[in-house]
T-cell receptor, first 110, second 114 residues
């Protein structure tokens, strides 16, 4: 079953923060996060494994609550380059078989 | 330069005419995957491979075949394409190293089946 992402879309001003949530109805082993700009291939951001470890990647970090089957992506002090569609991908039996959410469209404006 | 290449990048074909989309990576990665992307449906995984001769189905494998005879190549085969396979296809390769995971996508193949 497809994970649910929220919000579906968000507009930020440069420097503002955002949180994108990903929720699954299944027990999860891993959560993957991606960003895709229009007309381009997805770019892998990070993977979080069962264990609730928070990971960071410059000003983008994420957490994974395996008990709630939820993950959140945190974008801090957003930059124009953060604009794009963010997808979460979830895996239950490992980390290679991944089901993707429908995406969150994020636009950062000056 | 780390690279995943796909060929062709664009293809228009007719129903029933067998085709192969090639995917090649130069990073010696164990894991490779194929995805399709459709408006309103997002990304969906077709097949993945954990290593040479090891492949498994993703969420939407019907109508597709894959093979992994060499580590660097992971072709996607459509034996009898149908219009509902019109889509944007991405190949990706990935690896674990020193507790760190990375994944790289190819540029995509836009397929139209008439």
């Amino acid at each position: 079953q497809q994970p649910v992402q929220s919000p579906q879309a968000v507009i930020l001003r440069e420097g503002e923060d955002a949180v994108i949530n990903c929720s699954s109805s299944k027990a999860l082993y891993s959560v993957h996060w991606y960003r895709q700009k229009h007309g381009e291939a997805p770019v892998f951001l990070m993977i979080l494994l069962k264990g609730g470890e928070q990971k960071g990647h410059e000003k983008i970090s994420a957490s994974f609550n395996e008990k709630k089957q939820q993950s959140s992506l945190y974008l801090t002090a957003s930059q124009l380059s953060y604009s794009g569609t963010y997808f979460c991908g979830t895996a239950s039996g490992g980390y290679q078989k991944v089901t993707f959410g429908t995406g969150t469209k994020l636009q950062v404006i000056p | 330069e780390a690279q995943v290449t796909q060929n062709p990048r664009y293809l228009i074909t007719v129903t029933g005419k067998k085709l192969t989309v090639t995917c090649s990576q130069n990073m010696n990665h164990e894991y490779m995957s194929w995805y399709r992307q459709d408006p309103g449906l997002g990304l969906r995984q077709i097949y993945y491979s954990m290593n040479v001769e090891v492949t498994d189905k993703g969420d939407v494998p019907e109508g597709y075949k894959v093979s992994r005879k060499e580590k660097r190549n992971f072709p996607l085969i459509l034996e009898s394409p149908s219009p509902n396979q019109t889509s944007l296809y991405f190949c990706a390769s990935s690896f674990w190293r020193d507790r760190s995971y990375e994944q790289y996508f190819g540029p995509g193949t836009r397929l139209t089946v008439t």
